[in-house]
């Protein structure tokens, strides 16, 4: 097998292992970078700003799983927790973070759930 081969061969087992995982009901669990990356986050003063918007603030510890997003809902009494449809993955917005803002943070985050059966 050629080096384009294995390559692709490789990224298929990835992509096979992360279905598998997401189909079992184990907890699904995103890194940091996936994160970043669907939202756009730019670094502002030790925190992320979406698309560099520094009106829309989110913390810099990324709730990459239910788990994390759960329990971070849990604590929230201001409602700044958003997360993605299936609440796989989340962010913990920081004041003054607007309704348009979590809409569009929402709306990003719902692309990384996996796709529905």
Avoid: H
Avoid at 12 to 34: I, M, N, P, S
């Amino acid at each position: 097998m050629n080096r384009r081969g294995a390559s692709i061969a490789i990224s298929f087992g990835f992509l096979f292992a992360g279905a598998l995982t997401a189909c079992g009901g184990e907890d699904v669990r995103f890194g940091d970078k996936q994160i970043i990356e669907r939202l756009n986050l730019k670094e502002s003063e030790g925190d992320y700003a979406v698309d560099g918007d520094t009106f829309c603030e989110v913390d810099k510890k990324l709730l990459n799983s239910r788990d994390e997003a759960e329990a971070a809902a849990d604590k929230d009494d201001l409602g700044l927790v958003v997360t993605s449809r299936n609440a796989n993955v989340g962010v913990l917005g920081l004041p003054p973070f607007t309704p348009d803002c979590a809409a569009a943070v929402k709306k990003k985050l719902n692309k990384l759930d996996p796709p529905e059966k």
